[in-house]
Structure formats: C-alpha cells, structure tokens
C-alpha cells in the first residue's frame, strides 16, 4: 500500500476513535500503527506491502498491549476521592456468626456470603466493619 493509504487509514482510525465512538482506545492504537507505517513507507523503509501488513500488525500489539492500560486508567480511572474497595465499610449484622463461621447477611440492596474473620463469635444486631472481600465473600469482624 502506498504511504498515503496508510496515513488515510491512520488518521480515519484515530479520528473514528476520537470523534465518533467510543472503543475504549483500541481505534487509536490501530490508527497509531498506521501513520508510523504510512511514515516508514514514505521515508523508504517500508518494503514489500507483505511486510508492511506485518509491520502493522506488531506495531498494532506492541502499542495495544505496551500502551492502552496505562493510558485508559490514566484518562478514563477512578475520579479523585472514589474509592471503590468495600474494606473499611461497617453495616448491621442481622444474624450472629461464631469464630470462623459463614453466613449470609443483606448489605448494599443485595445478600452476602460473611464470614467471621474475627476472634469471637459476633452476636445478633452487633456493628460490623469489613476487614477484606474475597470475590463475593465480606470477611467481616466486630466493629469497635
């Protein structure tokens, strides 16, 4: 492909990421590897069109793969103060829960797997906190 295709492509790719939709940067990274074809092309190292698709698709994954994660949750992370982790977090629980023992206990509109991670047994209507959440396990222990 001549360099100009590549940079058409390059730049329909990063203008479609940026202006249209919304994919989350894989457009852009898509339209990145192709302008730095387009520009390897129009300085002569581009090659035979073969190695050109080649060139594009490793640019393509090394760009993707070494840069889009960090960008995203550069751009598109947490706001400032947003804490997403439910440790800390104290609640009413409603049944009581020996040393060690698990159970089920309503918290945030919906019911959890508890699981007493503390030393003694947690009586009805004791406060809470949690201590860690293990997927959909709160490890939770009387709250002081």
Not at 82 to 102: P, V
């Amino acid at each position: 492909m001549a360099w100009w295709g590549w940079m058409i492509v390059g730049v329909a790719l990063l203008g479609t990421e940026l202006l249209f939709i919304d994919a989350q940067f894989f457009l852009v990274f898509l339209g990145l590897a192709a302008v730095v074809v387009g520009l390897a092309a129009l300085f002569g190292l581009g090659g035979p069109e073969w190695v050109q698709w080649i060139l594009f698709g490793i640019l393509a994954l090394i760009f993707m793969f070494g840069f889009r994660g960090r960008l995203y949750s550069k751009l598109r992370g947490n706001p400032p103060g947003f804490d997403d982790s439910l440790a800390g977090q104290t609640f009413t629980l409603d049944k009581g829960l020996d040393a060690g023992a698990e159970g089920r206990a309503p918290y945030r509109g919906t019911t959890w797997r508890v699981l007493n991670a503390g030393p003694a047994a947690i009586q009805p209507g004791t406060r809470v906190r949690i201590v860690d959440a293990d997927g959909l396990i709160l490890k939770v222990e009387a709250a002081e």
